[in-house]
């Protein structure tokens, strides 16, 4: 008799926050690691403890707000250092008796792969690994994601896996896989080459409610804020037919009808990608909707773009203009001039696209950044009559401003990632403040006007 093949158990863990939003975000890359697992054989079971549809969980409309919405929450003690807060803190997510028992249901893991993502968020999964552990606790665990990759030493001190794979999984979850499992198979998949990779199984998830689609992995910029290049420092795309066929797919099982775009830098060489993307889209006639909730490059929009992402059903627009001090973003990054931040409105604009679609990303909380220079830019932006999105800095390890915002927080942010948190404006030198946050919150919202 044949042994059974290896049984690989995925996990999303708890998000531990001050404030968290299904804003259009699934773990694609554990899913894709699925696929991948999948595609070689070996038996996969999948939990997610931000699962908003867990059926002990109210009933909740996967098709509401183009597939956004809120994840459960518990509050919980927040973490001491941040005892001077004034806000609740709270784990997103299922409740941890329905996680144990839908642990409990499983049959018995091979080997476990738990993901992370924000830095600052590892006490959801260390208690993620933690309840992990009581249900099986010889099996080997396997922490990889966002903080394991830039916090890799931390995670091995505190996450509570037995091992940290940092940096990009495809190219080594079937080495890992074999090692703990002694299941090896011949890698029928290129990790350089997306288009040699399985659909991401969100087939797994209890609701398809929208699909990611990440058709280019890597940004050829680095901007000072960003770990994008520590991420993936290479730079791949998917052929524009495999990423219709995918769109095809899920809209065709699942009738997903929201898609959303992961990219980093989705409109660079645009007329090799994104053009032919948007024109085979538009050629397969699905009525479906698009987002952008990542920003796209401002320079990057053209008419035609601007022109055929109206087309092709693109409802969200985010422009990532972090600040409107273009003569002084030197250094931080070389993303637009005030020129061309008026003309891609403009192109938008007269594409057809209105005010509460197309919003920009207005980064709050720099180091030195005053209060005024953040007003300055929400005023601008509503001045050109869209949406600003204020996008509070959280201040990451090895990127450009890691130095100068260790140097203007009033917190040891070395000393730990808890600290990186950009719900507590890390990088001012006052404690936080509500005043601040509603002031720009208002100003943003038109509320306030001056
Ligand atoms: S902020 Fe955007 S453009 Fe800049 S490096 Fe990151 S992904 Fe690339």
């Not at 259009?24 to 939990?47: C, E, N, Q």
């Not at 600003?388 to 800095?393: S, T």
């Not at 942010?413 to 006052?430: G, K, M």
Request: proline share 7%; charged share 20%.
């Amino acid at each position: 008799m044949k042994p059974d093949k290896p049984h690989i158990l995925l996990v999303n863990p708890w998000i531990t926050d001050f404030a968290a939003y299904d804003f259009w975000s699934k773990p694609l890359g554990l899913l894709t690691l699925a696929g991948i697992l999948r595609m070689h054989d070996f038996k996969v079971s999948y939990l997610d403890c931000l699962d908003r549809f867990h059926p002990n969980a109210p009933a909740s409309d996967p098709g509401a707000r183009d597939g956004r919405g809120s994840y459960l929450k518990t509050r919980i003690p927040k973490p001491d250092v941040l005892g001077d807060v004034p806000r609740n803190f709270s784990r997103y997510g299922i409740r941890p008796d329905w996680f144990r028992e839908d642990l409990n249901a499983l049959k018995h893991p091979d080997l476990i792969f738990v993901t992370s993502l924000m830095t600052y968020w590892y006490p959801g999964v260390q208690e993620t690994i933690r309840c992990i552990r009581e249900i099986f606790p010889d099996t080997t665990v396997i922490l990889g994601g966002i903080y394991a990759t830039l916090c890799r030493k931390h995670a091995a001190g505190h996450s509570g896996a037995d091992l940290i794979a940092s940096g990009a999984g495809e190219g080594l979850i079937l080495e890992l896989a074999a090692r703990h499992t002694g299941f090896s198979v011949n890698s029928r998949f290129d990790p350089e080459d997306m288009n040699s990779y399985p659909y991401p199984a969100f087939d797994l998830q209890r609701k398809v409610n929208y699909v990611p689609l990440l058709t280019s992995k890597g940004c050829p910029f680095k901007c000072a804020y960003c770990a994008s290049h520590l991420l993936y420092s290479g730079w791949m795309r998917r052929e524009v037919g495999a990423v219709v066929s995918e769109i095809r797919f899920w809209h065709r099982t699942h009738g997903v009808k929201n898609f959303v775009f992961y990219d980093d830098a989705l409109l660079v060489d645009a007329e090799k990608h994104a053009l032919p993307l948007l024109e085979a889209v538009i050629q397969a006639g699905l009525k479906i909707h698009f987002h952008l909730p990542n920003a796209i490059h401002i320079r990057g929009i053209t008419e035609p773009i601007a022109a055929m992402m109206y087309r092709a059903g693109f409802k969200t627009i985010r422009l990532g203009l972090e600040t409107i001090a273009f003569e002084q973003r030197e250094g931080l990054d070389a993303k637009v001039t005030a020129a061309e931040f008026v003309q891609a409105v403009r192109l938008l604009k007269n594409a057809g696209f209105n005010k509460d679609q197309i919003g920009a990303y207005l980064l709050a909380g720099l180091p030195g950044q005053s209060l005024a220079s953040i007003a300055e830019s929400i005023r601008i932006v509503r001045d050109r009559g869209i949406t600003p999105i204020p996008a509070y800095y959280s201040p990451i390890p090895l990127t450009g401003l890691w130095e100068a915002a260790v140097e203007s927080s009033r917190y040891p942010l070395a000393a730990d990632p808890i600290y990186t948190n950009n719900a507590v404006l890390p990088c001012r030198s006052e404690a936080f403040s509500w005043e601040v946050v509603s002031y720009l919150k208002n100003l943003s919202s038109g509320k306030l006007e001056r």
